[in-house]
């Protein structure tokens, strides 16, 4: 199954450097055939000459307001135009467990998940050292989001809620992609888009299917918690999920915000930010 990893990024230049060097210290012979880059107003996103090989898609945007959906479906269309079977989309802070892409191409070839939405476990890693991290030292690291299922190496569990979706780690195979329907494009900035994708999988009748074997380590890096800077992107984002699914997404992000006293409800079902 002819494959390929996508992914879009901003800045994070050294946590891309660590995600090439994990695709290609992967579980040889089950690499990528190719590894898609979406680099959204930063050209200056480095490339090199390691496995698999590197297809780089440049795209315009507002630094402070990323086009997050635009950005993975134009690498998918991308890959899918080189000839992808399959499609791995990967974070830009996530490094690949040496099974990653193998566990991925087992699954969505296996009859029983074939056609699924397929999800990995990804473990949150504590900063690095001043040697950045060490690939061997990974596999020991290993302690998945608990937030979501994570079956050991070699199981797949399948079913549950597509509230659960997330899309730092996950695959699906081209026709699949089709039938979703991509990412909805409406969404800008920060926010919302991988949540509508896991509803129009549902929507769509996809299962999903979490995949011990595709297990990824996302990076270390600060975080703005609840994220006040895009306070206005979830806002809007927000308020197009609701308008289509009939309820809010976000919401622990929505609740952290009204107790700051930044937002209140609208009177209308929706949020606004306070005066």
Known sequence: MRTAVVTIAHGRHAHWRRQRAGLAAGLR????????????????????????????MHLDGDPDRLPLARARNVGAAAAIDDGAELLIFLDVDCIPGAWLVSGYRAAAAAPETRGHLLCGPVTYLDPPGPDGYDLAELPALDAPHPARPAPPPGRIVTG????????????????????????????????????????????????????????????????????????????????????????????????????????????????????
């Open 29 to 56: 012979p089950m690499l990528a055939d190719r590894h898609v880059l979406v680099a959204i107003a930063d050209p200056d996103l480095p490339g090199d000459g390691a496995a698999p090989a590197l297809r780089t």
């Open 160 to 275: 549950g809620s597509h509230e659960l979706f997330w899309s730092l780690s996950f695959a699906l195979d081209a026709a699949t992609w089709h039938r979703i329907g991509g990412f909805d494009e409406r969404y800008d900035g920060y926010g919302g888009e991988d949540t509508d994708f896991g509803q129009r999988a549902r929507s769509a009748g996809v299962d999903l299917a979490w995949v011990g074997d595709a297990r990824a380590f996302h990076q270390h890096h600060p975080v703005q918690d609840p994220p006040v800077g895009h306070l206005d992107d979830i806002l809007r984002n927000g308020s197009i999920f609701a308008e289509r699914w009939g309820w809010w997404p976000m919401r622990g992000w929505i609740d952290a915000f009204i107790e700051l006293g930044l937002v209140a409800p609208d009177g209308a079902g929706g949020y606004r930010r306070t005066p």
